[in-house]
């Protein structure tokens, strides 16, 4: 599979001719979504879900199609009847001739007194890859490579390493990164490489790799 990293939290998977997209959102380029087959959004905030990106996805492939939590698809759903499916913890489903698990059903807490709103990951292709959202969610199986998180309000670098070091992916790319500058990511690359205990990779938007 080819993994792109696009800003923030958006990645694209592609293999066998197929596309798939995860939280094409706000900070990631408007054409993230473009050529997507499937689209799946981890949850409800402006940095992962994006209505103008799937809009502009799901009319450019009149056969893509969205997975997504429930308070994401009834604010898409509408538009596209059939092409909008609601799933949850535990799921599993192929789409586009991916293998998806789903995990995980609350966002991170970011404070005491802000609401917690449901979020969820994705097991792609027997653990291939996994995209957490925004949460420290463990699998209940092994990772070969992990999307991670690695800033965010709700969030400490010793969180993330001992993330790392729980999930014990092969890799760790960073995500969620759009509000980490150039000038700090150094002693984030060196703290998560150093301790981590994988092989802890970045990639610019528009780099990718084989996983």
Known sequence: MKLTKKSHACVRIEKGGQTLVIDPGGFSEEDAALGADVILVTHEHADHFDEFRLRAA???????????????????????????????????????????????????????????????????????????????????????TLMLPVMAPWSKISEVIDYVR????????????????????????????????????RLRPGASAEV
């Open 58 to 144: 799901m009319e450019n492939n009149p056969a893509a199609e969205i997975y997504t939590l429930k308070s994401v698809a009834e604010r898409i759903a509408a538009a596209f009847p059939g092409r909008v499916h609601t799933v949850g913890h535990g799921d599993a489903f192929r789409a586009a001739g991916f293998d998806v698990q789903v995990h995980g059903e609350l966002h991170a807490v970011i404070h005491p007194d802000i609401p917690r709103i449901t979020n969820v990951g994705y097991l792609i292709d027997g653990g291939k890859v996994f995209h957490p959202g925004d949460a420290l969610t463990v699998p209940d199986q092994a990772v070969e």
């Open 166 to 201: 729980e999930v014990r992916p092969r890799r760790a790319y960073d995500i969620h990164d759009a509000l980490l500058t150039d000038l700090a990511r150094p002693i984030y690359d060196h703290q998560i490489g150093a301790l981590g205990g994988a092989d802890h990779q």
